[in-house]
């Protein structure tokens, strides 16, 4: 059974950086995509960064230029790298792999952001 791991969240303060991780453990092959979403209390869920097999990336309008989305295709493993971060980015961040026709999500991890 395949299961998505995250780590990486915590507490910072507003300018501050921070590396998330979300990685499968089991047997899972052909990720297409591997992405990463938030919520915030009373919010939607919203996606914020996204990444293909190709590498071809693409983001919230929210986090650009902030926020940097990358994968080890070896490592069946994506990161969320983090810098300059707002109170307003205080949410849980949740990944999701799609490998086709499964989605997986992962259990969330909380980011919490002090002005």
């Known amino acids: 059974q395949v299961q998505l791991v995250e780590s990486g969240g915590g507490l910072v303060q507003a300018g501050g950086s921070l590396r998330l991780s979300c990685a499968a453990s089991?047997?899972?092959?052909?990720?297409?995509?591997m992405d990463w979403h938030r919520q915030a209390p009373g919010k939607q869920r919203e996606l914020v960064a996204h990444i293909t097999n190709d590498g071809t990336t693409n983001y919230a309008d929210s986090v650009k230029g902030r926020f940097t989305i990358s994968r080890d295709n070896a490592k069946n493993t994506v990161y969320l790298q983090m810098n300059s971060l707002k109170p307003e980015d205080t949410a849980v961040y949740y990944c999701?792999?799609?490998?086709?026709?499964?989605?997986?999500w992962g259990q969330g991890t909380q980011v919490t952001v002090s002005s």
């Open positions: 999701r792999f799609i490998a086709h026709p499964s989605v997986y």
């Open positions: 089991g047997s899972i092959f052909n990720i297409d995509v």
